[in-house]
């Protein structure tokens, strides 16, 4: 009860700060938005192009978005040496990334709840009847993508070039999320049926399972150094 009370308490801390500055938020909004719009405008597509590419464009706003929200997860904790009060608190450590984990995924998903319909729309796609499993495509990424970002995020915090570094960090590590999260999108949204795509699904999940673990494991060891 413990581990969890100090994870909500991180996380909670991170979204009245979000909630005070609108920063991140912002930036990631308009950025994605831009992102769309652009896609939107400069591609004259039809019905069998659109299916084709509209997996592919999502995930590309979605993850230059989250890159973009990500690599700040932990500037506040630079600021008053306050890394340092996380560090000598009496709270599991696992608890503290639990809680930046949770805090950077409602970033990144509240993001997508707003730009996930306009993508929707822009592109005249006809997946409404089945928006709840693309919402669950959608999820299974961004989870993958937030333990990733969480974990460079905090290894990069110190580091004078992290906008460059944290890119470069993250980007390689995240394509089997990408691969998997494009295929699976695209099978929903052309109406394809499960089996068809469910080992892309399983990916995800097994990608999300191993990194749960190896983020946990891994942070302790960033924050001892």
């Avoid at 890394?83 to 984990?101: N, Y």
């Amino acid at each position: 009860m413990r581990f969890f009370k100090a994870a909500y308490a991180v996380a909670w801390k991170d979204v009245l700060l979000e909630l005070r500055r609108k920063e991140t938020f912002t930036a990631m909004f308009f950025f994605s938005l831009l992102v769309l719009l652009m896609f939107n405008f400069t591609l004259s597509l039809d019905r069998t192009q659109v299916l084709s590419l509209a997996p592919g464009l999502l995930w590309l706003a979605i993850t230059f978005t989250g890159v973009l929200g990500l690599g700040k997860g932990f500037l506040a904790e630079r600021e008053n040496e306050c890394m340092d009060g996380l560090i000598l608190s009496p709270v599991p450590r696992g608890a503290i990334f639990l809680g930046k984990l949770v805090g950077n995924f409602l970033f990144i998903f509240a993001v997508e709840a707003v730009t996930l319909p306009l993508f929707v729309v822009l592109f005249n796609l006809d997946v409404w009847g089945r928006i709840g499993l693309l919402v669950f495509v959608v999820i299974l990424g961004t989870v993958g993508l937030s333990l990733l970002g969480t974990l460079l995020s905090a290894m990069t915090v110190q580091v004078r070039a992290r906008e460059v570094m944290f890119p470069l960090l993250i980007l390689p590590l995240v394509i089997p999320v990408l691969i998997g999260a494009v295929q699976a999108t695209a099978g929903v949204m052309r109406g394809d049926g499960w089996a068809d795509y469910a080992h892309w699904i399983r990916l995800l999940v097994a990608f999300d399972v191993v990194f749960s673990v190896a983020s946990f494991w891994g942070f302790s060891f960033l924050l001892e150094d």
